[in-house]
Structures are given as C-alpha cells and as structure tokens.
C-alpha cells in the first residue's frame, strides 16, 4: 500500500502546470462521425485509446483538460440489444401467461399473445426511450451521467472518490461489439455507476481517461 | 496468541447444536429402521460420534487459530483444512467490537469484531478470547493506530485510557428510551401464525358473534400492548448502561444488560451522524444519534444498533454532542416548494382511492358486510397528512456540511460532512417530473446510505436540485483539498497517507 501513492505523487510531480497551452482539442472526437463509423473503420478508430498516461510524452496530455470530452450518446447498435432484451422478457411472459390461460381459462386464448404484445411494445418502446435518454460526459473534475426514462437519473461521480474502474464485456455484449464501463466508490451506489453500449475501443478509452483523472486529482491534493 | 481454552466446548456446543439436531433425526431414523433396543443403541452411537467429531474438529480449530499484534498489522492465522493468513493494516481499521453474551459473560469469554470498510462482512472475528485479551486487543489496535498516524503517544496516561465521558445513560432515559422504541412491527410477526390459528379457537370458546368480536377486540389491544412491551423492553436491555467516552482518537461505548456490548468508533472514519426523534420522542423532547463510519456491513440487524452513539437524550443534549462530533451550525432548513405537498395530498388521495375500491369490492362480491363508506372519512386526513409530511421535510446547505430532514413518523436527521461524499445524484421521476421537482441523494459511504438510507433533499425544485448538485461537487473539491491540508498539518503524517486514508474506504459488496 506504500508504493501505489508514492507512483501517484511521483507522476503528479512530474506533471506539468495544469494551464499548459492547448488543452481542448486533441482526444476529444465528435461522436456522430464514430457513429457513422462501422466495424471496418474500428481499427483505425482508436486514436485517443492511445494516450495513456505513462507512455505519454506530449505535456498536453497530464493536463486533466486533455482527458475531458463533451456530452456523449451510447452506440445505438445498444437499442438492439435493449430491445432484444425486452423481448426475451415478453416472451418469457407470455409464455408464462399462455400456460396459466391453458391450464385456467381455455376459452380466452388470445391472452397469452396479447401479454406478449404488449410487454414487448412497452419494453421496446422503453428501450429506444432509454436509448435517447442516456448520455455521459467526462468534466474536469467529475462523470456526469444522465439517463432515465421514467426516472430520469443524473449522477455526479467526482474522480477523487473513484477506487476502480472496470471495463466488462458479456458473452452478449461480445457478439453485439459493445463493451460497458463500471466505475466504483466506496459510496453505496457504486453499482449503479454503470455506462452499457460503448464501443469496445471507447470503454477502454474511458478507462484510461477516468483512471488518469482520478489519478490526477488525487496528485493535485497531496501538496 | 490463541484464543481461549474454554471457546473449545462453547463453540463445540454452540455449532453443535445444528449439528446435534441433525444427527438426532438421522440417529431417529436409524433408529427407527432397527427398531427397540437395537435402533437406540444406534441412536446413542450416532449422537456420541457427532459429538465427539464436532469436539474434535474445535480442538483442530483452536489449535490451528493464532492471532498477532504487529508493529504495523493485526495478523490473524486461522484455518484446519484451508489455511488463511490475514493482515490487516491497523489504519484500515475502522471498529472493533467486543461482545458476550450471557453465557459468554458467565463463562468469562467474549467475541472480538474487527471491521473495515472493504468486503461485504466482518474482516475478523475472534471466537472467543477471554475479556482481558479482548480489551488488551481494543487498546492496542487503537493505540497503534495512533501512532501510525504519527502522533506522539505517551505512555498510557491513565487520563487518555479512561477519557472523558461525553454521554451517560441514567434510569429516566432508560425508561424513556423504552417508550420511544416500542416497536408495533413486532405485531405483525405474532399476527401472521395467529391468523391462522384463532378462527379455529375462536369458534370453539365463543358461542355468540359479539362474543367472538369482543375477545377479538380484546386480543388485538392485548397484543399490540405485548408487543410494544416487548419491544421497549429489548431496548432497554441492549442500551442498559450506556456509557460513550470521548479518547483521544476515537469514541469508546459500553452497553447492554444481558448481552454485553463494547465497540470503537473512530473519530477519523466518521462518515455522517444522523440525528433520529420518532412522533413519540419528539412529543417528549428527547432524540438519539447515531454515527456512522464505513465499517459495518450493511446487513445483519446488529449494525443498526451497535452504532448508536446515544441511544437517547435531550434534544438539546444530543444536538450539542452532534455538534461535538461534526462542528455543524444549526438546524434550520428550507423545506420543499409548496407545490410537493400537492403532490403528497395526491399520492394519499389515490392510496384512500384504492382502499375504497378494494373495501367496496369485496362487499360487492363476497358475503362479507361491512360499512365500507367509514373509508370516506380519510378523505380528512388526507391534506393532513400531506402537510405533515412536507412539514417535516427540509435540507440545509453549510459551508462544511449538507443536511437533510425526512420523515414524520421516524423523523431522521443526517448530516453529512461534505468532504465524505462519494456521489451526487438528482432524480426526478414521472410525477415529479409534472411539478418541476426532483429529488437529490447524496451519497456516502455510510452503513446506513448501504442500506438505501441516504441523506436526501426529496422534492426540492428542480433548478435548486441542479444547482445543489453542481455545488456540493465544487465544494467537495474544495473541502477535500482543505480537509487534507488540515489533516497533514494536525498529524504528522506523510500527506499521501492522509490521501489514502480518505479514498481507501473500500467497495460494497466486492
């Protein structure tokens, strides 16, 4: 437990004053243009994965403006998944519903599909709602996430209260291409700090991004 | 070190007894296949064998348990079949609980807790060490903590060992507290096998239905005066003696009547107080506080009771002491728009709704008659109860400090000192959404925020949430910049220690 702070203040040391010239643009990349963007462009996508802190050498990345990045959207490739999560639900009760109105109630047998139906509209409709509610955004000092279709939910994740961060991907989110970001505090809503439907390269890329801040501000405080 | 000889027979007992019961119906079974003499000779061959393994196996566990104070860690070494060697930092500590219980206390045994924030459970338990042991372990951890964190520690003066006694509870407040904490949800627990057993009895003893009703009336008075007699009177043995001193670096308190209960609370690891008056105490003038650090698993009923750092007080006497604790300024708060006590008087007004359906229902189609329309009455309570419960709502904001106020019933008071955030979260549901209002949790890292009780702002407008949001997350910069400057100036130790100190709280459930 004694060498990690000292690594951190080491590199916070090292760091350069944090007015340093041309903090905005370099890792900050418009998001509709890596929408756009398909499966074969990925590779040659991940140009801010890149700029992790150690083998940084440029004095524009240790500033925590470098790492920030503007209001981001989810890949909507994310909807599919949310609807075809509905819809193993709807299924599951409607099938559920088929055998109650077999074994209960055989004269009405239009219940079963119609339980289906309408879950799956409902889920579906609350999937693409979802979908257009979520949004996330690395500040200089704190994740800002906002979601929520019924509740709509924002959540203030500020980097000094930050333990770890994982990246996680299920055996579904690996067939869709899509990789989700976990962020933990010591707090109780620590699972909640969840970013789904990221790109694979682009939760890596927060990873590194967060892990930075966080390290960094905690540089910044032990004057 | 070892634990205590005598934690072989309690623990051989104490496990045993599952294990005992389970060797019985086996043994039974067996015994019954046989049959006579034979089948209980089985029966004896099978207890004394389970017993006899069960002794066994706490001997092996005796023998393989060893405990050590280390200069800088608490080193535990325990295990018969998988061996674990545990080290825990004397910094990560954040409680240690010494309990016994009645047997425990005749046998003159006791059981140490340590806890830290990480994990979702007790770092480490001894069972059991003999009461001398476990208090030597309560002092050394505390005093090496101290000196970890650089202060000079003398030797043990004897005023620093005994401290200063911030808090005493005498037979009044006893009394009183066993009146606060009666407890009708107890009711519900006898309710539930009554409701299945009277019916039955009932009609065999009554031969009239005014009777029947009568005795009903009766037994519900009964019952709900049992309860609450029982649930004061649980209190009064878990708080009996109450005793929080104030040690240099820590809080110390002693309770319990049968159960004897002893625990630290670092005065460093304090995450938020919460300040806690139900209608009853509140009528009365007295409330109890609580503090909470990062230690205690969330779960287990033990943890809401063994934090209370005054089980009850003057109002005024606790208010003061939490200012002891958290150097807060007062407790006034703004309450929420008037525009949430509209929608509170529309939640009731649809609960009412409801209810009368549901009674008119079943007179409708059951055989069941009753004047369902009395339900109307509640039409009166409702704004009633709307007030109330926007009366008692309310948040403050301080340049140190956020605090929050909810709930009538169970009035809770929680201040938190901002720089033991850990998140900030705004909410605003469908409904609240319609009247521009929102609700704002601040989050720590809290036993009882791991519960779902977090401070919170409920129904405050909308802007005045975002905006709250925005500044308590500029002033958490701040404070932590500042808090940590004090602290490296206070103590001597290094500031990257203080900065791991205050990050390092761990992660539920990992």
């Known amino acids: ?223 | 070190m070892q634990l205590d000889p005598l934690s072989i027979p309690y623990r051989a007992v104490e496990s045993g007894l599952q294990v005992v019961i389970g060797i019985a119906i086996a043994g039974i079974a067996g015994a019954g296949s046989v049959g006579g003499a034979e089948g209980l000779a089985v029966f004896g061959v099978i207890l004394v064998v389970g017993i006899g393994l069960s002794l066994g196996w706490q001997v092996a566990y005796f023998r393989r348990f060893e405990y050590r104070l280390t200069e800088d860690t608490f080193d535990i070494d325990s295990g018969v079949l998988s061996r674990r060697e545990r080290e825990i930092p004397y910094g990560r500590i954040q409680n240690v609980d010494i309990r016994q219980n009645v047997l425990q206390r005749a046998l003159g045994i006791a059981e140490v807790r340590l806890e830290t924030a990480g994990g979702g459970q007790t770092e480490a338990r001894l069972r059991y060490v003999d009461l001398e042991s476990a208090r030597h372990v309560q002092e050394e951890v505390s005093r090496r903590k101290r000196r970890e964190h650089g202060e000079h520690v003398g030797d043990e003066s004897a005023a620093t060992e005994r401290g200063e006694t911030l808090f005493e509870l005498d037979g009044r407040e006893l009394v009183i507290l066993g009146i606060v904490s009666m407890d009708l949800r107890l009711l519900s627990l006898i309710a539930v096998p009554l409701s299945f057993v009277g019916p039955s009895v009932l009609s065999d003893f009554a031969p009239t239905a005014t009777a029947s009703l009568a005795i009903v009336a009766l037994g519900l008075v009964g019952l709900v005066v049992a309860s609450a007699l029982v649930s004061g009177g649980l209190s009064m043995a878990r708080y009996y003696g109450f005793v929080l001193t104030d040690r240099d670096e820590e809080y110390r308190y002693e309770r319990g009547l049968l159960q004897r209960f002893s625990g630290s609370i670092p005065k460093d690891k304090v995450q938020t107080i919460t300040l806690s008056e139900n209608v009853l105490a509140r009528r009365l003038g007295y409330a109890s506080l609580s503090i909470e650090t990062a230690g205690y698993a969330g779960t287990g009923q033990g943890t809401t009771g063994s934090q209370s750092a005054i089980p009850i007080a003057k109002r005024d006497h606790a208010i003061e002491l939490a200012g002891r604790i958290e150097d807060f300024d007062a407790l006034s708060f703004e309450r929420p728009p008037r525009r949430a006590r509209e929608r509170y008087a529309v939640r009731y007004a649809l609960v009412l709704a409801v209810l009368l359906a549901i009674a008119y229902g079943i007179v409708r189609l059951t055989p069941l008659s009753f004047p369902w329309y009395v339900l109307l009455g509640g039409v009166v309570l409702v704004p009633v109860a709307a007030h109330l419960k926007w009366r008692h709502r309310g948040y403050r904001l301080e340049d140190g400090h956020v605090i929050t106020r909810n709930g009538f019933w169970s009035r809770r008071i929680t201040i938190v000192p901002i720089y033991r955030i850990q998140t900030l979260v705004t909410s605003e549901t469908v409904f609240q959404r319609r009247r521009d209002l929102a609700t704002l949790v601040v989050d720590t890292a809290g036993t009882y925020s791991l519960v779902g009780d977090d401070a919170m702002a409920v129904d405050i407008d909308l802007g005045e949430a975002n905006r709250l949001r925005q500044e308590l997350a500029e002033d958490l910069q701040e404070s932590i910049v500042e808090y940590r400057r004090q602290r490296g100036r206070d103590s001597f130790s290094a500031p990257n220690e203080g900065v791991a100190d205050e990050t390092s709280v761990g992660s539920p459930g990992g």
């Open chain 1, 1 to 223: 437990m004694d060498d990690e702070p000292a690594d951190e203040r080491e590199e916070a040391s090292t760091d350069p004053p944090p007015d340093a010239p041309g903090d905005e643009e370099p890792p900050q990349r418009s998001l509709d243009a890596d929408r756009s963007a398909d499966d074969e462009t990925r590779p040659t996508d991940p140009p801010s994965g890149a700029d992790t802190p150690g083998d940084s050498e440029d004095a524009i990345e240790d500033d925590p403006g470098a790492y920030t990045t503007d209001v981001r959207t989810l890949d909507p490739r994310v909807r599919w998944l949310w609807v075809g999560r509905a819809l193993v639900v709807a299924l599951v009760l409607g099938g559920i519903a088929t055998a109650a109105t077999l074994a209960l109630a055989p004269e009405w047998p239009w219940i079963g599909p119609a339980v289906f139906v309408l879950v799956a509209v409902l889920g579906a409709g609350h999937a693409l709602l979802l979908y257009r509610s979520w949004s996330y955004e690395v500040r200089e000092d704190s994740l800002l996430l906002d979601r929520g279709v019924i509740t709509r939910v924002r959540t203030v994740v500020p980097y000094v209260r930050v333990q770890h961060i994982d990246t996680s991907r299920g055996p579904i989110e690996r067939a869709a291409g899509l990789s989700s970001l976990v962020v933990y505090t010591a707090g109780s809503r620590g699972a909640d700090v969840t970013i789904p439907g990221l790109r694979p390269w682009e939760s890596t890329d927060l990873q590194t991004r967060l892990k930075a801040l966080a390290i960094e501000s905690e540089g910044e405080d032990a004057v």
